[in-house]
């Protein structure tokens, strides 16, 4: 659990500080329900032991489920333990053939109510899948709990199929946790759709559902895994990468980071980290702030170390801000995916004590050495945040030209505005360190200028924060290399990777991860679907259409309100594998939704 160990004295805008809201029900019965926890793997190998577990709501009785099995043979496979408490495991052992129809269905059945039922198909093969390969794997999630905005990241180790080990440090409105991964209760298995599940033992009932963090991904390359957490204790999305490294940092690091302080009020980190050693070079180093609404530009730090990274590439930032910018002395979790990447998470007790998660670039020879004209180009970058009506999400387009102007296109959606936007009268200035200042963005959503600090690291990423008044928001950049402008998906495979929240009643958060195939005309697939505190929703269809001329997509399949809706998306390309798109539509079943297609195998 994180202390409060000293106060910020930064004044906070009110009409941005997040509330929680609660609801409670009335004297209606709530009907039995059974679900997995986690969901259960969707193949095995035949005669091979899974725990498997199911948990019973709104039981009365407290009352545990009966598990049965069926299948195309006589020989389905059998259970430890026919009955469990709400909870408990069972062991099911697969059939020692594979059954006619190569599958068999699992059922648990409440022992309090016979017509509350979940089941589970699992694909029984002769030998166990190649999932993922050998190595370290670095994941990282972004997205919402019951307790609000919510960060993990990671690592773990796959040595022939299985988990062998790893680490993972948590952060909510709550707690931060740092957790060893349980090796016999982590699993990684195929999903009957052609994703893959990875299910995490954290050791921590707190955490997950009792403990075990569920995941379901869509593979980009054999080092890279698209992911949306599959339960319903969280909505969030991020990736799995396989990690390339684990050397201690050294030279300069564009960083970003983003979430709320201790009291609730929105706030964004962003600058550039100079480390030698494990020391901060503080005449080197930068950074600014946005909290609620409040901007800090140009600060200095007094101080920095970073810790000597462990076996699976965990460091520690210790970053003590300069007084006169009156920030506290703050530390981020660190995981080294490799020289150009870590993942960052607020988990550890600090004096800022607040609960933030974002990103770290690694610049390498780039360091100070930034230039207009390595500098002039277009970047595309997709943000989230909060602003005066709520969540916001941002996708921006624009131009660095070498006259100092800027140009380009912003899109954004807090259900209130909603829709895109050219950009005039901006300008931006480049400080060596690779900051990017972009000043006055106006545009047609409002009176008041926006305000972005880009931070590059010199090989076509960027991050970004918002320093204006009107929004806090943070989120990752590149460098645009395909047609300039708004633009739709080319032709081809995709991993479609999305999070938001719904247009109802407490907003609920939702994520996906899928496949999809586009067309010139058209988007088909699917995507493994959670919206909070709900039980998932496995291989979820989603259509669509391409309106090439405006540069919109038409996608049913992703309302939280209704799986028939279709809601309107605005696209913005990165290069020729990665687009965003953002929703821009109004209506009582618009939504909130940010979406990045990244170039995948044809299935």
């Given amino acids: 659990m994180k202390t409060c160990r000293g106060l910020w004295l930064l004044a906070a805008m009110a009409t941005l500080a997040v509330s929680i ?34 948990v019973v709501n709104n039981d009365p009785n407290n009352r545990g489920v009966n598990w049965s099995v069926t299948c195309g043979s006589s020989q389905c496979g059998s259970f430890s333990a026919t009955s469990t408490a709400s909870g ?45 390969g050998n190595g370290t794997y670095i994941y990282n999630a972004t997205g919402d709990d019951s307790n609000g905005r919510y960060f993990v990241v990671g690592a773990f180790t796959v040595l022939n199929g299985a988990i062998t080990g790893g680490e993972q440090d948590f952060s909510d409105n709550v707690a931060g946790i740092a957790s060893t991964l349980v090796a016999s209760g982590s699993t990684l298995s195929l999903a009957s759709d052609g994703n893959i599940q990875i299910a995490l033992d954290t050791g921590n009932t707190s955490l997950g559902e009792n403990g075990v963090e569920t995941f379901r991904g869509t593979v980009v390359s054999s080092s890279r895994v698209l992911i949306s957490e599959f339960d319903s204790s969280a909505a969030a999305s991020g990736s799995v990468d396989l990690q390339t490294g684990a050397a201690a940092p050294s030279s300069g690091y564009a960083f970003a980071v983003n979430g709320f302080d201790r009291n609730g009020y929105v706030l964004a980190l962003g600058g550039i980290l100079d ?6 070079v503080v005449a080197n180093s930068v950074f600014d702030f946005n909290h ?7 600060e200095s730090f007094a101080s920095g170390s970073v810790g000597a990274p462990d076996n699976f590439g965990r460091v520690t930032f210790t970053l003590v801000p300069s007084a006169a910018s009156t920030v506290p002395q703050f530390v981020l979790t660190g995981y080294i995916i490799g020289t150009n990447r870590i993942w960052l998470v607020e988990s550890q007790s600090d004096s800022l004590d607040g609960n933030l998660g974002g990103t770290a670039l690694g610049q390498g020879s780039n360091t100070g050495g930034f230039t207009a004209g390595n500098v002039s180009a277009g970047y595309s970058s997709g943000t989230f945040g909060q602003d005066g009506n709520g969540p916001i999400q941002i996708v921006g387009a624009f131009t660095l030209n070498s ?11 807090d259900f209130v505005n909603f829709g895109t936007s050219s950009v005039s009268n901006a300008s931006w200035t480049l400080d060596t360190r690779g900051r990017v200042t972009i000043s006055n963005v106006e545009t047609s959503f409002s009176g008041t200028a926006f305000a972005f600090q880009l931070y590059l690291d010199g090989n076509g990423n960027a991050l970004q924060i918002s320093t204006d008044s009107q929004e806090v928001t943070e989120g990752l950049g590149y460098k645009q290399t395909s047609t300039t402008g708004l633009n739709v998906p080319a032709a081809g495979s995709y991993a479609m990777l999305g999070q938001g929240f719904g247009n109802e009643n407490n907003t609920p958060a939702w994520s996906g991860v899928g496949l999809v195939t586009v067309t010139s005309s058209a988007i088909s697939g699917f995507t493994d679907y959670t919206i909070l505190n709900t039980q998932p929703f496995a291989n979820n269809s989603v259509t669509g259409t391409l309106n090439n001329a405006q540069a919109q997509l038409s996608i049913t399949g992703l309302n939280v309100v209704s799986s028939n809706t279709s809601n309107t998306y605005a696209s913005f390309p990165i290069d020729n594998n990665r687009t965003w798109a953002i929703e821009i539509d109004g209506g009582s079943n618009a939504q909130l939704g940010l979406l990045i297609f990244e170039a995948a195998p044809s299935p």
């Fill in 403 to 413: 006259n100092s102007s800027v140009t380009g296109t912003v899109a954004l959606n």
């Fill in 292 to 298: 609620a609404g409040t901007a800090g530009l140009g």
């Fill in 88 to 132: 408990v495991a069972t062991s099911f052992t697969a059939p020692s053939t594979v059954p006619s129809g190569n599958t068999v269905t699992i059922t648990a059945t409440s022992q309090s109510a016979s017509s509350a039922t979940v089941s589970a198909t699992i694909t029984i093969t002769t030998s166990a899948p190649t999932v993922l």
């Fill in 275 to 280: 480390i030698s050693g494990t020391s901060l």
């Fill in 21 to 54: 809201a609660g609801c409670g029900g009335g004297g209606t019965p709530v009907p039995i329900t059974v679900g997995f926890s986690p969901q259960p793997p969707g193949s095995v190998v035949a005669g091979s032991v899974t725990s498997i577990t199911a």
